[in-house]
């Protein structure tokens, strides 16, 4: 059974920093592309960035050189440290998965998400 949980999101000030976690039951964790994705109310979902089995990061262009996408294989989590938060930043925080290294699927595993707000 696959879950995926978010965890980390909460209350920050402009200009603070967040290290949201989300702790994953794929098996094994390693074969599957990883992603953060975020929604904000009255706005359509963006992808914020992700991990491809081989380790490779790719950010959006809105928050690039803010965010850091890390994942541990190991311990089964995946982790978004985001520095410099913006009040933009606010939104509801996913994690998702897709089978296949290279992040060529579509993302068929999701978590119910974690709410980050920057004010």
């Known amino acids: 059974h696959v879950q995926l949980v978010e965890s980390g999101g909460g209350l920050v000030q402009p200009g603070g920093s967040l290290r949201l976690s989300c702790a994953l039951s794929?098996?094994?964790?390693?074969?599957?592309?990883l992603a953060w994705l975020r929604q904000a109310p009255g706005k359509e979902r963006e992808e914020v960035a992700r991990?491809?089995?081989?380790?490779?990061?790719t950010y959006a262009v809105s928050v690039k050189g803010r965010p850091d996408i890390s994942r541990d294989n190991t311990k089964n989590i995946l982790y978004l440290q985001m520095d410099n938060l913006k009040p933009e930043d606010t939104a509801m925080y996913y994690c998702?998965?897709?089978?296949?290294?290279?992040?060529?699927?579509?993302?068929?595993?999701w978590g119910r998400g974690t709410q980050v707000t920057v004010s």
């Open positions: 998702a998965a897709a089978l296949g290294y290279g992040c060529s699927s579509v993302f068929s595993y």
């Open positions: 991990i491809d089995g081989y380790g490779t990061r």
């Open positions: 794929l098996n094994p964790t390693s074969d599957y592309c």
